[in-house]
């Protein structure tokens, strides 16, 4: 049991088109980091969320947006898509209580295919 | 730019045979370095972390690595793999106290039984 859930598994959508992707953090924690895993590649920071707000954000377009919900849940908006967008999107949740380098809980990820 | 890099992207051993990964980054100042597992269908797990102290840390599974700060060096070990340890693995770092983690391309890890 990851603790982390992420929905849907899987999606195709065509360019231009634009897509949700929703993520439950794992019970306790309050923040929530979005990353993009490309194939033969190693995960890519999009952005974090806590107490409803982006702290930071990795070198991604404004065509990803994100939101964070009061119960800590968060979703990722793309719009636009790309052929390149084509990718495994995870969700991991931390305490940040625990610090900036407390360890993160993955999700199984969101395959987003763009067709 | 602060990156992490992986020596290889696939390893194939057989069973028993000795593993080492390794794991460089690019950063000069506070890093805190982490390994992670991917199993086949399975989400990303910690297999074990160092922030400071005593440069070898030991993890789940009977894994270990070896922070070595004058190499930028974190390179993972197990002494004798299992079938069971075929997988994806990633090296990663938070560097001066930035709230992203910076992942390695990863190594796919194929252990022949």
């Known amino acids: 049991d990851a603790g982390v859930t992420q929905s849907p598994t899987h999606l195709i959508k065509t360019r231009g088109q634009q897509v949700t992707l929703r993520c439950s953090p794992k019970?306790?924690?309050?923040?929530v980091s979005w990353y993009q895993q490309a194939l033969g590649q190693g995960p890519q920071f999009i952005f974090q969320?806590?107490?409803?707000?982006?702290?930071q954000r990795g070198n991604f377009p404004d065509r990803f947006s994100g939101h964070q919900f009061p119960n800590y849940s968060s979703e990722l908006n793309v719009n636009a898509l790309l052929l390149g967008d084509s990718a495994l999107y995870l969700c991991?949740?931390?305490?940040?209580?625990?610090?900036?380098?407390?360890?993160?809980?993955f999700g199984n990820g969101t395959r987003l295919t763009v067709t | 730019a602060q990156s992490v890099s992986q020596h290889n992207h696939h390893v194939i051993l057989s069973e028993a045979a000795s593993l080492e990964l390794g794991c460089n980054y690019s950063y000069g100042g506070t890093v805190n370095l982490f390994w992670y597992v991917q199993y086949p269908g399975q989400h990303l797990q910690l297999l074990l972390k160092y922030f400071s102290g005593d440069p070898l840390v030991k993890g789940i599974k009977g894994f270990e690595a070896e922070f070595i700060k004058s190499k930028f060096s974190f390179n993972l070990r197990k002494p004798s793999v299992q079938w069971s340890d075929t997988a994806e693995y990633f090296c990663?770092?938070?560097?001066?106290?930035?709230?992203?983690?910076?992942f390695g391309a990863g190594t796919i890890l194929r252990v022949k039984s």
């Open positions: 991991a949740s931390s305490l940040l209580g625990q610090g900036y380098n407390s360890p993160l809980h």
């Open positions: 990663a770092a938070f560097m001066e106290y930035g709230n992203k983690l910076v």
């Open positions: 019970s306790g924690h309050d923040t």
């Open positions: 969320y806590y107490e409803e707000e982006e702290r």
